[in-house]
Nanobody, 125 residues
Framework: QVQVVESGGGVVQAGDSLRLSCAASRVFFSTYAMGWFRQSPGKEREFVAAISRSGDSTYYTDSVKGRFTISRDNAKNTVYLQMNSLKPEDTAVYYC??????????????????WGQGTQVTVSS
């Protein structure tokens, strides 16, 4: 069974940067599209960013475009989320997710079947 483990969360101030990492195991990593989601207290979990198997295609929710960058290193079985210009509204538990994908460049925000436990990101004003 696919396992994904997030790391890199923490407490930062508004305007700071943070990089989240997600390591996947028990998987042929390059056959999985990867995504990041987040959930704030009292809110539903929302999509943040996704990256295709190949790494050539990415997709972001509007609120993070231009500030967050998703990337992957298939040799290390790891996906990253670089978060710049953080805002208090970015405060949430961030989850990494994986889904098997037949097409190398297809990317989306649904049908992720494997999830990590989450890592807390807190942005103070």
């Amino acid at each position: 069974q696919v396992q994904v483990v997030e790391s890199g969360g923490g407490v930062v101030q508004a305007g700071d940067s943070l990089r989240l990492s997600c390591a996947a195991s028990r998987v042929f990593f390059s056959t999985y599209a990867m995504g990041w989601f987040r959930q704030s207290p009292g809110k539903e979990r929302e999509f943040v960013a996704a990256i295709s198997r190949s790494g050539d295609s990415t997709y972001y929710t509007d609120s993070v475009k231009g500030r967050f960058t998703i990337s992957r290193d298939n040799a290390k079985n790891t996906v990253y989320l670089q978060m710049n210009s953080l805002k208090p509204e970015d405060t949430a538990v961030y989850y990494c997710a994986a889904k098997f994908e037949m097409y190398p460049d297809r990317v989306g925000n649904q049908e992720y079947g494997y999830w990590g436990q989450g890592t807390q990101v807190t942005v103070s004003s």
